[in-house]
């Protein structure tokens, strides 16, 4: 503090030469200053100082959210009063009956962008007051205030105040030393017990709407409780099976509270690779919020907020998840791990319910066009046919089986199987296969019985009993192709070869059906079924020869006379019983009756 003379008097020389601070001269209890000039003396006392204690309380002392008691602005709000109080205590027993004027600012929440509570008395968050205190005498001001609808409960409401005196100039003065604002928090209510500590309950529990090999057994292909039984033990272990129109995997999901009120719940959800999550979507017009966010290491994985900041007592939300296959990641199983948690202290004896974990190992049903095309199908051997035209073997035959994948996963353990029959179990060739090709690249095929040496000339043998042929009752050409197609992709098998005619010509048969078959069959540990039960395509050659089906002459001149003599006997047998007689004597009485008629 500076004083300067000439604001105390003209004329002071030497103003502060000398100084003593010892004396209270005029008895307030606080140490008075002299300060010596040339030839004057003055004497300096201090003015009051006082001391402000402030504090805040509330009624009711927390905030209850769970009962609206007011209206404000027609919305349910939770109406709460702060009294702020004021004390002076003046340092001096001097000053014991003086007074102070104060003038102070409340502030609500005033960290936050938009305030959760406002004052009645404006409907904003700051409000202004002045007040005047007695020494030793508290004074209260009620500021009423009601809290709004927020998401965060967590954090309890500010209220905060600054003061000053109004008139720092005169009379008394701060202790420079005393604080001059305060900020007191109000709290939330929990929703607990007495002790305020919450103990929840959470309960989890999902399922997903991927079908198990029995049920696809009986809903997709419609067999009988038998045969759905032995189809599900057919695997060696428990599958769930995705139809070929299937592209997403729902998961229903319910989350329970039976406990008390569970504060900052968390919902982490995480899945395999071969998923990619679509969507979470609360159920049943809940109020309950769950807000999901994906982790930036881990795409795999979701956290979500379930009902922020606390899911309440005995409340429950059922919720889908949905996922979409994955077009980059094919994998035989699907897992969906779901694990709920809060800040709250759960009991450990109730925690094994807090998580669901769904790991299915997954059978995916084949999206397989199978087809097939020749160039052969009928072919009749005449006594004339020449060879020449065909290189002294016989007619050549194109087949192809086409198989596409029209399904949204590469198809792989999947082998093609192809039977065609070459010749007879004496040993007779029937067909020469020349040549076999797929067009598809990276494709391995083995190829069996198409080097066996069989006879050069063609031995007897009579086929009119066994007039179909296939890879049951003849020696065969066997042919095994892996079958690995991308989705969209296709695979033709080409089969080239020739009639063998020498042996077709001696062998004895009217008709002769020679059936090629190609056939899908899964490899063990394949992860992928086929809704045919037999899935199975046949290509047949029809040969017949004219010549042996032909009737001999002597059979159809005899039958011819035979059929002459059977009419003669016939009509004879009518002359006998008098039908042509009777006919006559009937024109015979009806040319008479017509004459009486005339007369």
Known sequence: QRIA????????????CSIHGQLDLNEDGLVDLAVGSLGNAVLLWSRSVVQINASIRFEPSKINIFTKDCKRNGKDATCMSAFVCFTAVFLSAHFQTASVA??????????????????????ERHTQK??????????????????????DYVKPVTFSIDYELEHPENGPMLDDGWPTSLKVSVPFWNGCNEDEHCVPDLVLDARSDVPSAMEYCQWALRRSPSDCSAFSLSF??????????????????????????????????????????????????????????????????????????????KAKVAFRLDFEFSKWVFLQSMEIYLITSSDSEEKESTKEDNFAHLNYHLKYEADLLFTRTSSLDYYEIRSNSSLGRYDSIGPPFHCTFKLQNLGFFPVEGVTIKLTMPVATRAGNRLLLLTEFMVDQENTTCNIWGNTTDYRRTPAEEDLSRTPHLNHSNSDVVSIDCNVKLAPNEEMNLHLRGNLWMKSLKALKFKSLKLTTNAALQRRFGSPFIFREEDPSRQITFEISKPEESQIPIWIILGSTLGGLLLLALLVLALWKLGFFKSGSR??????????QGLE
């Not at 609500?108 to 404006?122: F, G, K, V």
């Not at 009937?586 to 004459?595: S, T, W």
């Open 5 to 16: 003379a000439v604001d105390l008097a003209p004329g002071l020389k030497y103003f502060g």
């Open 102 to 123: 104060l003038r102070y600012n409340a502030t609500i929440d005033e960290r936050r962008y938009t305030p959760r509570a406002q004052l009645d008395e404006s409907g």
């Open 130 to 151: 002045g007040l005047v205190l007695l020494a030793g005498q508290e004074h209260c001001d009620k500021l009423q205030f009601h809290v709004l609808d927020t998401a």
């Open 236 to 313: 060696d272990t428990s599958v769930f099976v995705i139809e070929s129109s299937r592209r997403r995997v729902a998961v229903e999901a319910t989350l329970e509270n039976r406990g008390e009120n569970a504060y900052s719940t968390v919902l982490n959800i995480s899945f395999s690779r071969n998923l990619q999550f679509a969507s979470l979507i609360a159920k049943d017009d809940t109020d309950i919020n769950i807000d999901c966010m994906t982790e930036d290491k881990n795409p795999n994985k979701k956290v979500c907020n379930v009902s922020y900041p606390f899911f309440r007592a």
């Open 586 to 595: 009937r024109r015979a009485e009806e040319r008479e009756q017509n004459g």
